[in-house]
């Protein structure tokens, strides 16, 4: 009974995720984007659906890939595991995983909607792009629209993996996931919906603006060596306690 409930719970989860997140963009795109004498291109297009949207991605990746690596967190699969290491692997992989799949889809959502209204070529440089009715001058950088497509799968696919990894090793030592997503929400209320923020650690650096790119264009440190390096940084830090209580537990015995 509790199997079928899952089951269930699991379908109903995914067909929420796959209705609401074309809803959302679609708001978006309708309420952020409503210059009524700017020409719009892809390359906004990106780094709108990101900076607006990402409260729903991370809300509704979380619950989904925590829901989908519950069952291995349990207390009697976690006392038959003799390698806490290849045991946090194998959570990385489902992790990696479920994230490349939310990211995908999000940016083919993306993607359909951008091609059938805007226009794919970026036109920063245009006198009536949205580039000039933001900065109010020409922009002296233009960007490719697969450059910031590019940026919106790395930036994106980071910022759900690191917070999965970091709810699970809260999930690890506090035995509850609740604390890891309150812990995360708090830092993202911290970063972003403040101003000033009084912290700068991890959302907020992940973030690209179109008003950052059209002042500097894209800076590989910033949108690329940045999320990445957090993503090995998680990964490493897991390998770390996982293997430190796998030692402590082998002392106690």
């Known amino acids: 009974m509790k199997k079928f409930v899952n089951g269930w ?6 067909w929420f995720s796959a209705v609401l997140i074309p809803v959302w963009l679609m708001v978006i795109f309708k309420t952020a ?22 409260i729903i991605f991370l809300l509704l990746s979380q619950l989904f890939i925590i829901n989908h690596i519950k069952y291995e967190m349990r207390a009697a699969v976690l006392v038959r595991k003799k390698s ?9 992989k489902k992790i990696f995983l479920q994230a ?6 999000v940016f083919v959502l993306v993607t359909a909607y951008g091609v059938t209204h805007f226009q794919w070529k970026c036109n920063w440089r245009e006198l009536n792009s949205n580039a000039y009715a ?3 001058r020409p922009v002296e950088f233009e960007v490719a629209a697969w450059q910031t497509a590019g940026i919106f799968l790395i930036v994106l696919f980071a910022e759900i993996t690191v917070m999965a990894m970091m709810i699970v090793l809260l999930w690890w030592k506090l035995s509850q996931p609740v604390y890891g997503y309150a812990v995360m929400m708090v830092l993202f209320t911290l970063e972003k919906r403040m101003t000033p923020a009084p912290v700068n650690i991890f959302f907020l650096r992940m ?4 008003t950052r790119l059209y002042y500097q264009g894209i800076r590989a440190g910033d949108e690329i060596l940045f999320p990445l390096c957090c993503v090995a940084a998680a990964f490493v830090l897991g390998l770390f306690l ?8 082998k002392e106690a015995d």
């Open 207 to 210: 973030c690209f603006p179109c």
């Open 134 to 136: 933001q900065m109010q």
């Open 84 to 92: 806490m290491k290849s045991f946090w692997l194998s959570l990385c």
């Open 9 to 14: 719970l699991d379908t109903g989860l995914l």
């Open 242 to 249: 996982m293997r430190r209580k796998n030692m402590l537990k």
């Open 33 to 54: 984007m409503s210059e009524p004498d700017a020409v719009y291109c892809m390359s906004d297009i990106y780094s709108y659906a990101h900076e607006k949207g990402l």
């Open 100 to 105: 490349g799949l939310f990211v995908l889809y």
